[in-house]
């Protein structure tokens, strides 16, 4: 028996949740309690002001509000992790044993961190010139220790294998750390040692290319095929795999990016794919074999990069085409693929990277977006933080 039940069921209440319930909300078609979010997560984030925070131009509590203030009114907050997916029976469990049922099923759960695939590192976090972007309890030690860099030190930055979520934020960080160190007068006498696990700096050709352009410019090297497997935080040695090697290389800051997957409740769940993924039709979102079920955001299928932009695009197409699907209705919205990257280069340039499925470059301004602008820089620092949380998340853009 199930404990309750709603007409539509949201599970993650981040970018993906809440765009898709703000929308709901507005369509006039649920009565207040028929839509439940499902979600522990005390507070939300906009996780793209992360890269910024860590090279020190804004504080990290900018980017977070209660989670209370983002959930439209209307909707019921479930304060729980979903434990597992019965969508043959309509029903999700609770970590407390409850059980949800539903008649519409949306999961925006968002991918799952793997901080422990790197051995030697847990623990040892935000400690001893250890950091990341990718976590808001230690964004802010980013820009704590890069401001400690003094001549002679080794500064490591690593990128792990494919997929993550926000594909440029690796590199960002390695732009910015050069930019600060340059303007202190310190980048002659400081290594940047930057190791990605792929094999290039960008997927997309095009943005590839003026990034090649970024890297020379800059004088810096990156280590291709160098995956960070293990450090040794004692010795402040970084180890990485490489063509079936082990290579150490001792540091003075090390910026991790963590490998990441899809969330273990997915990953072992009858909704997912072979790779772990929500399966869903590329185009539509709908999944490929519960109808009542569709996914968007970092933990479906959808073969695009993992991106907020990407979700804003996705958002309305999933909308309109759940609500056909309750009135009876073809589902006629289709999803291009769009998803968007501002590769930040310095701390007044920044690439606008936009492009859709299998590459096809979908810009939005009349000028060669490849290209670092400022005025690109003022978008990405100043005016996409409001248009998330006034615009997105509110069904708004
Ligand atoms: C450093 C950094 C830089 C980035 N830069 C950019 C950028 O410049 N541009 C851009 O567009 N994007 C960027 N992103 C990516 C963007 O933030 C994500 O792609 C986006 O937030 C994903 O939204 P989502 O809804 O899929 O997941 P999230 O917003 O991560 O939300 C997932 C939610 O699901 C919840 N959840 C997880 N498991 C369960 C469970 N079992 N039960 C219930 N709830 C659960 C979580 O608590 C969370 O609240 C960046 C991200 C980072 C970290």
Redesign the pocket.
Known sequence: MPNQRYRLVI???????VSVAARMMKSGQFKQGEVAI????KNHYY??L??IVGAGVYDKKVTKKKQNDVIPNGVEWIKH??SEFKPDENLVMLDNGDLILYEYLVV???IQIDWNKIAGLEGNLGKNGICS??SFDYVDKTWEFLKKTKAGDNLVFTQPPMPI??AG?PQKIVYLADDFLRKNGLREHVKIDFNLAGPGIFGVPKYKAALEKVLEEKKLQPNYEHNLVEVRAAEKIAIFEHKGERIEKKYDLLHVVPPMSS?D?IKRSPIADEGGWVDVDKYSLQHKKFSNIFSL???SSLPTS????A?RKQAPVLVKNLLSLMKGDSLSAKYDGYA???LVTSYSTCILAEFGYDGKIMETFPFDQAKPRRSMWILKAYLLSPMYWYGMLKGRA
Not at 11 to 17: F, I, K
Not at 38 to 41: E, G, L, M, S
């Open positions: 599970v993650g209440s981040g970018t993906g949740g499902i979600d522990p997560a996780q793209p992360w890269t992790l979903v925006a759960a968002g972007n990718y979520k926000c934020a969330p409740f955001g970092d933990c993992k991106t907020g932009a979700i968007s990257c501002p």
